[in-house]
């Protein structure tokens, strides 16, 4: 699904994942300074994880608060996907644990699958993937949906609903955060 693979992709990428760490919804607003170049802003609500045991916990945290926000690692990961992190950062809000990544990137068709044709820029997505906001055009089919921005377009915005927590299986961060 689709916003599994932003989760991977790009927000926490180049790690095991142990248990799985996971979200309620992630949104991503990116500033074009020309047809290819920007700044970004990714921001993913309430992370949680799914892991069954301790030890996966463990690992999920370590993952979290260690690599994702401490580490010149992910830094350098996030280089070589053709982002360039200008800061990242954890905080706590209403018993919630929320991320945000802010970076620069040289061309838009390096983040999470934005495509530029020239006439237009669109994301392809899984039927089942569930588009919460965007200020784009939704194109749904039996096969995929698709938002579509025109060229001219100086911002693209959009906002995947990820995970509803229904089942009570998750495993909330924000207690263990110490900003």
Known sequence: MFYKSLFYVFFFISFSFQGCLTFHRISYEINLENELKGKG???VYDIR???????EFGDDKNSLFDYMLKSEEF???MRNEGKEVTSRRLYAED???HAEVNFNFKDVKKVEGIEYDGSFYFLTMEPEDSINFTNGEVIISNNYKRILWDKNVETIEFEIIA?????GSYRKLAPFYEE
């Open 75 to 77: 830094i350098s990961d």
């Open 163 to 167: 995970s509803d927590y229904d089942d």
């Open 49 to 55: 994880s799914d892991a069954e045991t301790d030890q």
């Open 41 to 43: 802003t990714i921001k």
């Open 95 to 97: 018993d919630m644990l």
